[in-house]
């Protein structure tokens, strides 16, 4: 399974942001798909998740602002980042579980004040 984040950039607090990840392989083997973001000296944190049947669960920091969607039969997986504030900076990365644990590559988002 491969999995390739895209859609980071610098954008105003307040603004918006759209996060795509594109998933390839045996993605059969993915049950649960997940955002994680990782700030400069901190943990890598769950931004939010959306299991197969499209359970959703989101961080208390983001609840309200993003929205984390899947699109099964494109192989795609979005993060609606509405309303960012400087503290969602950091590297995302798009998380997939099932019969192994996958990561892809991260994608840098950056707000500022």
């Known amino acids: 399974v491969q999995l390739q984040a895209s859609g980071g950039g610098l954008v105003q607090a307040g603004g918006y942001l759209r996060l795509s990840c594109a998933a390839s392989?045996?993605?059969?083997?993915?049950?649960?798909m997940g955002w994680y973001r990782q700030a400069p000296g901190k943990q890598r944190e769950l931004v939010a998740s959306i299991t197969s049947g499209g359970r959703t669960n989101y961080a208390d920091s983001v609840k309200g602002r993003f929205t984390i969607s899947r699109d099964s039969a494109k192989r795609m997986m979005y993060l609606q980042m509405n309303s960012v504030k400087p503290e969602d900076t950091g590297v995302y990365y798009c998380?997939?579980?099932?019969?192994?644990?996958?990561w892809g590559r991260g994608t840098q988002v950056t707000v500022s004040s």
């Open positions: 392989g045996s993605t059969f083997r993915i049950n649960v």
């Open positions: 998380n997939g579980w099932g019969t192994g644990e996958f």
